[in-house]
């Protein structure tokens, strides 16, 4: 199994995979040569997407690929799909899953630019808003304040209360937020005492995507050729040093630079 990300929240996606299926190996990119995806183009995340499964492919017997980005996946999945013969599992806002939980109709989406202005979300939203409100922020700054979290680095509490300003300002705020990036799940205790209540109902990406992975593996039930799992990087710099002790809990046999340009 292949998954790759720009980032760590990428590596947030996979703890929760580690722990409901902790016999699956596999092959972690980390693209920080390219990080953040939320703000480039989508032929450009296309072409990188295509670039890095086909440079495992090459080198690895891989059989399903998991994009564990929610830019990503709303603008690359199917043409993804139609590229390659194998299952391609991508993380998409559960906007759905908001509306069956909501009390006060009032739904806020959070996510990066290039994910809330995708074709994929706009349509959703464009459906829904006559059932519910939906509250949208699209911001690429959340991200990086996830890298400097996980790196054990402090960050800003006033550019994170910043970036939700539009949501306190008003008397009614969404009472279920949906996690559109999965850099966010890093931020939840930060992003509820923000909003300054305890009856905000968070909805992450992860629980589709989980289960089809899950059925994957139950399906075919077959012996994993790779035995070991491997972590990838684009770029060495300093923030990936800083991370390094962080990746200990992953038990990565080995961790290597990959070149993908």
């Given at each position: 199994?292949?998954?790759?990300?720009?980032?760590a929240?990428?590596?947030?996606?996979?703890?929760?995979?580690?722990?409901?299926m902790p016999?699956?190996?596999?092959?972690?990119?980390?693209?920080n040569?390219?990080?953040?995806?939320?703000n480039?183009?989508e032929?450009?995340?296309?072409?990188?997407?295509?670039?890095?499964i086909?440079?495992?492919?090459?080198?690895?017997?891989?059989?399903?690929?998991?994009?564990a980005?929610?830019?990503v996946?709303t603008?690359?999945?199917?043409t993804?799909?139609k590229?390659?013969?194998?299952?391609i599992?991508?993380?998409?806002?559960?906007?759905?899953?908001a509306?069956?939980?909501?009390?006060?109709k009032?739904i806020?989406?959070?996510?990066?630019k290039?994910?809330?202005?995708?074709?994929?979300?706009?349509n959703?939203?464009?459906?829904?808003?006559?059932?519910?409100?939906?509250?949208?922020?699209?911001?690429?700054?959340?991200?990086?304040?996830?890298?400097k979290?996980?790196?054990g680095?402090?960050?800003?509490?006033?550019?994170?209360?910043n970036?939700?300003?539009p949501?306190?300002?008003v008397?009614?705020?969404?009472?279920t937020i949906?996690?559109g990036?999965?850099?966010?799940?890093?931020?939840?205790?930060?992003?509820?005492?923000?909003?300054?209540?305890?009856?905000?109902?968070?909805?992450?990406?992860?629980?589709?995507?989980?289960?089809?992975?899950?059925?994957?593996f139950?399906?075919?039930?077959?012996n994993?050729?790779i035995?070991?799992?491997i972590?990838?990087?684009?770029?060495?710099?300093?923030?990936?040093?800083?991370l390094?002790?962080?990746?200990?809990?992953?038990?990565?046999y080995?961790?290597?630079?990959?070149?993908?340009?």
């Open positions: 199994m292949l998954i790759f990300d720009s980032g929240g990428g590596l947030s996606f996979l703890k929760i995979i580690n722990k409901r016999n699956i190996k596999y092959i972690y990119i980390l693209d040569e390219a990080f953040p995806y939320g480039k183009t032929l450009f995340l296309i072409e990188r997407s295509i670039k890095i086909n440079i495992i492919k090459k080198k690895y017997p891989i059989t399903i690929v998991v994009i980005c929610n830019t996946s603008v690359a999945l199917s993804l799909r590229k390659f013969n194998f299952p599992i991508g993380i998409f806002p559960r906007i759905k899953a509306e069956k939980i909501t009390k006060n009032i806020g989406l959070i996510a990066t290039r994910t809330i202005n995708s074709s994929y979300t706009q959703i939203i464009y459906k829904k808003s006559s059932c519910n409100i939906i509250k949208v922020i699209g911001t690429n700054k959340l991200a990086l304040i996830a890298e979290k996980i790196r680095l402090k960050f800003s509490k006033i550019s994170l209360a970036i939700f300003k949501w306190n300002q008397q009614k705020k969404p009472d949906i996690l990036c999965t850099h966010f799940l890093l931020l939840k205790k930060e992003i509820k005492k923000i909003l300054c209540t305890p009856y905000i109902y968070f909805i992450d990406s992860t629980e589709i995507p989980l289960l089809q992975i899950k059925k994957y139950a399906k075919f039930n077959k994993q050729i035995q070991k799992n972590f990838f990087y684009s770029e060495y710099n300093k923030e990936l040093r800083e390094l002790f962080f990746l200990k809990q992953y038990d990565f080995t961790i290597q630079h990959i070149i993908i340009n």
